[in-house]
């Protein structure tokens, strides 16, 4: 394959995966009619953000239907291009 084809894809697959790292975390609250939830969580490693509780907006509604309040989870967030922080994937915690 030609390496100026090669670079570009292996960048964006190293993008990605630094996209979806999980982060360990205990749900608070869920607001289902403003699309948010708030999550006790550790270090997000890819926004460089420490251990605290906060709100966050989902990407999709569906996602507040994997957790309740209480519950140990895994997610992922991302930082849109306006500031705010959007959680991408809830799992159960491990």
């Known amino acids: ?22 982060t360990s975390g205990e749900v608070r609250k869920i607001d289902a009619g403003a699309k948010k939830i708030t999550i006790k969580h550790g270090e997000i490693k890819n926004l460089d953000m420490p251990p605290m509780t906060m709100v966050f907006q989902v990407k999709d509604a569906a996602l507040l239907n994997k957790a309740k309040a209480g519950d140990k989870v895994q997610f992922s967030v991302e930082r849109t291009a306006e500031g705010a922080f959007v959680v991408t994937d809830i799992q159960p915690g491990k």
């Open 1 to 22: 394959m030609n390496k100026l084809l090669l670079t570009p894809l292996l960048l964006a697959f190293s993008m990605a995966a630094h996209a979806a790292e999980m």
